[in-house]
């Protein structure tokens, strides 16, 4: 118990109704959505009180909060005590009853764990006024296992080797599964792979060149600082160029070439030798192109579909559904007819072209979007047509064009479209920017790591993050040696804690979505350009063509969040794995 002197820090801390922000923001970021207790008179004063009452989907996010309530109004407390000791003795009683009560918390998190094929919403969209919708191709209708991944480096590493001349001993890499994951940067000049977020800041401990970490003092002595100015940052769609040096890496088909770029480094430097990182970036990435544009991939693909293509994905049966119940639907990829019509031969039947008024192929997006020089070619058996274009037909197969051509020829305006793709900027950016269609995109990592969120090891460790981190925002006032001591150990304590919550997920970058506390730039850009996201197309299967998807509304920083929380996004239609 806090010594006598200090009552009004226990009552403010429950009843102080604007210090509760960070806890909401975190329980509504696992979706979390039930367990009430009521707070009616000051402090709890042990578990059982503490989870008497259940099943409200209100409660749980203010509960948390109540434990963990973060903010204090209240910068300088007024206290006296009779010595250091009663004051540290004190501040760790209180971190033994903060751990205690957030202990009790998870056993109630747990048993709303989030089901991994919800469709989540950035911005509010009604299925009801969908007429038509579009599909990229590659990661959205068709799924690859990890023999791609493995495949495409081996034969970018072989081509590299054998046309660029690079050393015979690169051979002695393999792709390394898990080792990346999709949104890094890699700086172009310094041949650093990293995570940034949302406000351009390097994660550090997220550093690699070749296949070992940076250390941070390096890092923050190659960036003065860890902060990447926006002149350097990758352009619009991620690349770089135009004096960017910075390139992300936005879709899954990137995850071999970030792998060559760290095996590559990582012989130079093993071997000392020699070399421009600005070649090195250009001739991997030309490797790469050529892995697809030269059609190595594709023929590798259509000659063992079984080993590469998942069927898993109910592709057939969302394409299906929509047909039904009478929408148009249409297919924009940049992959060559020949492997798509094999693709979908597998996936959905010999029949698939019917599901699809419209079916465009090698259509070169973004250019796609936004280039509007470029006509559509009808494609037959006997090769491609000259003819000029008055109509697209179902039935028939085009390649190339433009949105602004389609749009004239379709008619298919605004925000009765939807079109899903996995790639952010390539397949929604544009047409969110520029021309209103609705936007979903296709994130398979999602299922991964929301079933990482829903185990119990993450579900605690976050918990106490959150308790441990008000704590600490709490506790700081307390300016005096001793406790500042105790404050310094709680602050080590939660760096350590940090850096496995990111471990959890990926060792050597950690969360696709989360930086520590921030969001990533990848989060950051899939928020504005995509109106739903979900792990799988498939996922629309849980929903009704008349279902609204509502955006949670999380309460801003300068917000009071004492109004009753909305239930988690899918809480309706996609309902929580309890
Ligand atoms: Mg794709």
Redesign the pocket.
Known sequence: MPPLSLPRMCIFRYKNKDSFQGLATWCSAIHTDCGTWSLSSGRLSNKAQFLKTTSDSVSLARTARQVWGRRSTTPYMCYTTSSNDDRTDWLWSEYNEIKSQTEALVPVILRNSVNPDTIFANNEMSLHDIEIYGF?????LAFYSSHLHTLIFNIARDILIEEHRYPEGLREYEYIPNFVVRGLHYDVQKALLMKIDAFHYIQLGTVYRGLHPVPDKEVIAMYEGSHVPLEIMSDFYGKSSHGHTMKQFM?IFSLPEMNLLCCVNDYFMKHNIDYEPVHLYKDVKQAIGDVHVKGKMYRAVEADIEKYICYGEQTHAVLKKLSENGKKMFLITNSPFDFVDRGMNYIVGKDWRDLFDIVIVQADKPGFFNDRRKPFRRVTDRGVLWDRIHHLEKGQIYKQGNLYEFLRLTGWMGNKVLYF???IYS?LADLTLRHGWRTGAIIPELRKEIKIMNTEEYIHTMSWLQGLTGLVERMQVYRDPASQAVVQQWIEEREDIRSRTKDIFNSQFGSLFRTYHNPTYFSRRLSRFADIYMASISCLLNYDLQHTFFPRRTPLQHEASLWPEQCSAGGVGAPHLS
């Open positions: 990229d191709y590659d990661y959205t879709d793709g996995d790639h397949d």
